[in-house]
C-alpha cells in the first residue's frame, strides 16, 4: 500500500487498512504485511500488527533509499501479522 505524496496525512491508509481488517475478521483469517518505512511500522503497530521478524534486502548493494551505493547498508523491511 502506499499514497501519492499530496494525499498523505488525510487518513487514507488507514482507513483501506480497517477495511482490509474487517474483511479478514469476517472470514476469520489473518494479514500479513511487510512495512517498508518506519513511518508505515508505526501505522501498523497501531492497528494491532505485531512485528515478527525484520529483513535487510541489498544490503552491501543499495543505501536505504534504495539507490545503488557499494557497501551500502540495505532497506529495511518489518514482516508483521495480525489476527482478529
Keep these: 500500500m502506499g499514497t501519492a505524496a499530496d494525499r498523505r496525512r488525510q487518513g487514507l491508509a488507514s482507513e483501506l487498512l480497517v477495511y482490509m ?10 494479514l ?15 492497528y494491532g500488527f505485531t512485528i515478527v521478524g525484520e529483513a ?9 533509499d534504495g539507490l545503488k551505493k557499494k557497501g551500502g547498508e540495505g532497506i529495511t523491511t518489518w514482516l508483521m501479522f495480525w489476527r482478529p
Design 32 to 46: 500479513w504485511l511487510e512495512a517498508t518505512t518506519k513511518y508505515s511500522r508505526d501505522l501498523y503497530l497501531k
Design 56 to 64: 535487510v534486502l541489498g544490503k552491501g548493494k543499495v543505501g536505504p
Design 21 to 30: 481488517q474487517e474483511q479478514a475478521r469476517s472470514d476469520g483469517r489473518p
